[in-house]
Structure formats: C-alpha cells, structure tokens
C-alpha cells in the first residue's frame, strides 16, 4: 500500500494545481473562483463533500499520529489547506503506513532480542 500511497500523493499534488492554472490561464484573475464553485448545485455539493472529508480527515490525522508517534501532524493540516486533501490524505497514509512497518520491525527486534535461544546464542558467540 506504501507505494500506492505514494503514487496518490503525487498525483494528489500535481493535479489540482494543473487545474487551477488551467483556469486561469483560460481567465485572468481568481476573483471569480468562489463564486464558480458555489455556481450550481452540483459544484455546491461537491464543496461540502469535500469540507466535510478535510474536517473528518483532521481528528482522524491527530488521533493517528498521536498513537503512532508520528512527528508534525500540522504539517499535513497545512498541506491540506494550501495543496488539497487529494495530497495531505495520501501523504499522511503513506507516513502512516512507514510508522506501523517500523514499529513492527522494531516489535520483531524486540522480541527476537528477548527470546530465551536468541539471548542464549548471541552470549555464546560473543
């Protein structure tokens, strides 16, 4: 999933800036953004779905990083805010999936290092 996560997060990053300079290379000026967003029922639901996932995203983000000791977790409300939630999600999952893999690699250490013929073996050898 870490490579998956990854790919997301590029994507997630290069797309909508491809479409807002898009828009205003077809119209100067983003004066006309807001309205255009909230300019049709369709575009208005869109926007709230969106809102919504960006505030659903941030609780779930702290909790998460919080139990996983993952450093910076503003940094990904920030990308959220100033990239899009198509970049902050993926790259806060893609951390995420990093903080679980080494915890787990550090639990297999652990346990390895505490086992009663590990601990046995690495005395004898030394």
Request: charged share 15%; with cysteine; glycine share 8%.
């Amino acid at each position: 999933m870490k490579k998956f996560y990854f790919i997301a997060m590029i994507i997630g990053a290069i797309a909508p800036y491809a479409t807002y300079f898009g828009y205003l290379g077809l119209v100067p000026g983003a004066s006309g953004a807001i309205s255009l967003a909230y300019g049709s029922p369709i575009a208005a639901a869109t926007l709230i779905d969106f809102s919504i996932s960006c505030l659903v995203f941030w609780p779930f983000l702290f909790s998460e990083a919080k139990q996983l000791g993952i450093r910076y977790p503003f940094f990904y409300v920030a990308a959220n805010l100033v990239i899009g939630l198509s970049f902050a999600l993926p790259a806060f999952l893609y951390k995420r999936e990093c903080s679980i893999e080494r915890g787990i690699n550090t639990q297999d250490a652990e346990s390895f290092k505490k086992s009663p013929s590990n601990s046995s073996r690495h005395r004898a050898s030394a």
